[in-house]
């Protein structure tokens, strides 16, 4: 099984962009699973709560980060994605941001500026539901929304997408250096597959508030997306921030990938909880006593003299309990 797993991780991982083509990669791939749609619940249900163990002692530990980046073409999944993926996960130990179009605040500042405001901390895993990545797609597929950003006239070069890219590469190799891991996936979806999951949008009342005008006007843009998203994998694919490039059309295999992906970059990072040192396993013992004898009616001022912090005290230093209460 484990053998299965990382190969296919090894199918959709994109850790260097140098010849990187999105024609390569086909949205309708089965990932090679050949009990496919069948044996995927079973599949995902594992994996699921094995994020859920290893989530617990990321937070416990409280040393490192994990940033999860989705991007996508509308009706790829990515909302139905993440909910499934961290449906297991502890609320304490996590924080979702979407990123819709910037208001004005936001357009005062640099395009970094409202992402970095959402990062997770030491010991959180940070889903972001689309990204800085808006700023070399949307905004390089529509020029109106460039005009927006209120740029002075001498920055705005025809270098500017190359030097997003390079900002955003940058960046990312910084938070990688502060122990946030970042991995980012594209939910690769067919533009036939997209046009049937529109038509379920209209076709079923209750799936109607899912779908925007807006939204097919976009499709009328796919090849200049298409375009953009191919050089932003090119030119920020890295081993410290790989690229994930998963088939969409299969939901089911989305899923798995996802969340099997992440399990993987947890499961290198030597999570454990914090170990007690002698002074905190000698007060552990003090305690132990106490509540004994508190339980044969004996005095329990003892309890109350028990140095906690001793308890948890570790090479750590700083990690704290687990998520489960």
Not at 238 to 259: F, G, I, S
Request: aromatic share 8%.
């Amino acid at each position: 099984m484990e053998e299965r797993i990382e190969a296919l991780l090894d199918r959709y991982r994109i850790e260097r962009g140098k010849g990187f083509a999105l024609r390569d990669h086909d949205s309708g791939d089965d990932g090679g699973i050949a009990d496919g749609k069948a044996g995927a619940p079973a599949l995902l249900k594992a994996g699921v709560e094995r994020l859920s163990a290893l989530q617990d002692m990321l937070y416990a530990q409280d040393r490192w980060a994990v940033l999860c980046i989705f991007q996508a073409m509308d009706a790829a999944g990515k909302d139905s994605a993440i909910k499934q993926v961290f449906t297991g996960v502890n609320p304490q130990g996590c924080h979702v941001a979407s990123f819709k179009a910037p208001g004005p605040t936001e357009l005062d500042h640099d395009f970094l500026w409202r992402h970095v405001a959402a990062l997770p901390s030491r010991g959180q895993i940070g889903i972001h539901n689309r990204s800085w990545y808006e700023e070399v797609l949307a905004v390089r597929v529509r020029p109106g929304l460039l005009e927006g950003q209120k740029l002075p006239p001498a920055v705005v070069t025809d270098r500017i997408w190359d030097e997003r890219l390079e900002d955003i590469a940058a960046f990312e190799r910084y938070l990688s250096r502060q122990g946030v891991v970042v991995l980012k996936f594209f939910l690769n979806v067919g533009l036939e597959e997209q046009r049937e999951r529109f038509l379920k949008r209209i076709e079923e009342p209750e799936k109607n508030w899912k779908f925007s005008a807006a939204d097919v006007e976009e499709r009328g843009r796919w090849k200049a997306y298409m375009a953009a998203y191919q050089d932003a994998i090119r030119a920020t694919a890295a081993p410290h921030a790989p690229w994930y490039v998963v088939p969409a059309d299969r939901k089911w295999l989305t899923r798995l990938v996802v969340v099997a992906a992440i399990c993987r970059a947890l499961e290198g990072l030597d999570l454990h909880y914090p170990r007690v040192t002698e002074e905190g396993r000698a007060a552990l013992a003090r305690a132990r006593r106490a509540l004994d004898d508190a339980s044969r009616g004996a005095p329990d001022d003892g309890a109350r003299g028990a140095p906690d912090d001793g308890a948890r005290g570790a090479p750590d230093g700083g990690a704290r309990g687990g998520l489960e209460g």
